[in-house]
């Protein structure tokens, strides 16, 4: 039997999602939505897509939350997306209240399900959505690290003219304009980044890197979906197939890094069970210092979500 991967939202990030998850055939997967017709109407255009491909697996649509009993894995984008003109922040109010409720139904429908939020403001929605599931913390994350270290890698690759294969980038800290790239720590063939390039130049990928959510969006006319729904499909093959892969993730933090009731990016090994460990960077003082900003930024937007939350229930 086949392993169930849920996807709810069937936009082009969640769509994105679906193919991808298809096309490295990890199980079968059932699209949600609260549009009647669209998440059916994807399930059949992808089924298609399996037959052409020879793709052993098998896509459904639903506008129930009931058939995503099962799952294995349940993936997160619905929710208002960002404009250009909006920082993931500026989501908090929108997308708190529908993570919510969309946990609420996981915690009913899928109570052994590994959960992976893609809606932004990432972190902030990774908290929400590990408070509502009441899941244990290994079992909810949030996709982000991969995305911005694909651009990161993008950028580094030019500039370099090497394969992004060869370069080695964590990613720390909000999935945001504080996100914390360490160049001082990413790799080239061995060798730091800050040895390759000049402090201008380095600071200049830094900058692009953390702008680059904006410029898709100014010059698609909306976010991202392609490279999101790649990233999610190899944390779902991480965790289907159990490769004990190395990824950075929005995680809940007791303690690593010195931070506890906080969900922000970390490098962790992912496997069947979730999240096994979380990876430690050794940081020099100003690292630190900007993984402090980063992560302080994410907790008061927490605080903040906290707010909201009660005030809609009162």
């Given at each position: 039997?086949?392993?169930?991967?849920?996807?709810?939202?069937?936009?082009?990030?969640?769509?994105?999602?679906?193919?991808?998850?298809?096309?490295?055939?990890?199980?079968?997967?059932?699209?949600?939505?609260?549009?009647?017709?669209?998440?059916?109407?994807?399930?059949?255009?992808?089924?298609?897509?399996?037959?052409?491909?020879?793709?052993?697996?098998?896509?459904?649509?639903?506008?129930?939350?009931?058939?995503?009993?099962?799952?294995?894995?349940?993936?997160?984008?619905?929710?208002?997306?960002?404009?250009?003109?909006?920082?993931?922040?500026?989501?908090?109010?929108?997308?708190?209240?529908?993570i919510r409720d969309v946990s609420l139904k996981i915690r009913e429908h899928?109570?052994?399900?590994?959960?992976?939020?893609?809606?932004?403001?990432?972190?902030?929605?990774?908290?929400?959505?590990?408070?509502?599931?009441?899941?244990?913390?290994?079992?909810?994350?949030?996709?982000?690290?991969?995305?911005?270290?694909?651009?990161?890698?993008?950028?580094?690759?030019?500039?370099?003219?090497?394969?992004?294969?060869?370069?080695?980038?964590?990613?720390?800290?909000?999935?945001?304009?504080?996100?914390?790239?360490?160049?001082?720590?990413?790799?080239?063939?061995?060798?730091?980044?800050?040895?390759?390039?000049?402090?201008?130049?380095?600071?200049?990928?830094?900058?692009?890197?953390?702008?680059?959510?904006?410029?898709?969006?100014?010059?698609?006319?909306?976010?991202?979906?392609?490279?999101?729904?790649?990233?999610?499909?190899?944390?779902?093959?991480?965790?289907?197939?159990?490769?004990?892969?190395?990824?950075?993730?929005?995680?809940?933090?007791?303690?690593?890094?010195?931070?506890?009731?906080?969900?922000?990016?970390?490098?962790?090994?992912?496997?069947?069970?979730?999240?096994?460990?979380?990876?430690?960077?050794?940081?020099?003082?100003?690292?630190?210092?900007?993984?402090?900003?980063?992560?302080?930024?994410?907790?008061?937007?927490?605080?903040?979500?906290?707010?909201?939350?009660?005030?809609?229930?009162?």
């Amino acid at each position: 039997m086949r392993p169930k991967i849920s996807v709810i939202g069937s936009g082009r990030v969640g769509t994105s999602v679906a193919l991808h998850v298809g096309l490295k055939s990890l199980g079968d997967v059932m699209l949600v939505d609260i549009v009647q017709g669209l998440p059916q109407g994807e399930a059949l255009d992808l089924n298609h897509m399996a037959a052409i491909l020879g793709l052993d697996v098998e896509f459904g649509g639903t506008n129930d939350y009931r058939d995503i009993e099962g799952s294995e894995v349940v993936v997160v984008t619905a929710g208002f997306i960002r404009k250009a003109d909006m920082t993931r922040m500026d989501l908090l109010n929108k997308n708190s209240g529908i993570i919510r409720d969309v946990s609420l139904k996981i915690r009913e429908h899928a109570p052994r399900s590994k959960v992976i939020i893609v809606t932004n403001p990432l972190d902030v929605m990774t908290y929400v959505a590990l408070k509502f599931t009441g899941f244990e913390r290994q079992r909810v994350m949030g996709f982000s690290g991969l995305l911005d270290v694909g651009r990161y890698k993008t950028l580094i690759a030019k500039e370099l003219n090497v394969s992004w294969n060869s370069i080695e980038a964590p990613i720390l800290g909000e999935h945001g304009d504080s996100m914390v790239l360490l160049p001082k720590r990413t790799l080239v063939g061995g060798r730091r980044l800050t040895e390759l390039l000049s402090r201008e130049k380095v600071d200049e990928v830094v900058r692009e890197t953390r702008g680059m959510g904006a410029k898709v969006i100014a010059q698609k006319g909306w976010s991202a979906s392609h490279a999101p729904g790649a990233g999610v499909a190899v944390m779902v093959d991480s965790i289907i197939r159990d490769r004990n892969l190395v990824i950075p993730l929005s995680y809940f933090l007791q303690g690593e890094y010195g931070f506890s009731g906080v969900c922000t990016v970390v490098p962790a090994v992912l496997g069947w069970d979730g999240v096994k460990r979380v990876i430690e960077v050794e940081l020099d003082p100003d690292e630190r210092a900007e993984l402090m900003r980063s992560v302080e930024k994410v907790r008061q937007a927490q605080e903040e979500v906290d707010r909201l939350l009660v005030e809609s229930r009162a």
